[in-house]
């Protein structure tokens, strides 16, 4: 994937744009865990991300106790990781392949012109064949592309239609 950004994106964004253009895109994936208290399905979640992303999951924690939901201070409650640079693009390539195809018509460019779609059952990814055993009830996450700019701009425009995460009609 990256040597499909180096090739054949940068070239094009030269004849359209005639500048250099840097990378300067993240993925967010973030999720929250339901069954907060059953800290097994905890360690699956960050299990899988892990798993997926090759890359280590930051937990986020309450930050207070609320008596009604029975929460307790600093209890796991979710996760997020930011992917940047070749954890991007191993992560784009197995999207690509895999889950993309299946939810082009659920992409969404919301109101900051990020783009962003969900994943609801996360054994549709190959990396999960053999640890199917783990994932009896199915969590999934959010996913949000955004570049550092305040809107989506022409080049990333350029970039996410090359991705193939965005038509080009919109």
Known sequence: MQKYYQNVISTHL??????????????????????????QSILRTIYVWALLTGQRVQCTNAKKSVA?????????????????KFNLFEFLFKLNLTYLP?????????????????VTKVTDFPE????YHLF???FGCNFEFSNYASKLDCTSYLILSHLQLISTSH
Not at 32 to 37: D, H
Not at 102 to 118: A, Y
Not at 128 to 131: G, L, R
């Open 14 to 39: 030269l004849e359209k744009q005639l500048v250099s253009y840097r990378l300067n895109m993240q993925l967010i994936v973030s999720g929250t865990i339901s069954n907060y208290k059953n800290k």
């Open 136 to 138: 009896q009830h199915d």
């Open 102 to 118: 299946r939810i082009q018509e659920d992409l969404i460019i919301n109101s900051k012109k990020r783009v962003s779609f969900g």
């Open 68 to 84: 009604v939901f029975q929460l307790k201070k600093k209890a796991l409650l979710g996760y997020k990781l930011t992917l940047r």
């Open 128 to 131: 999960t064949d053999y640890q």
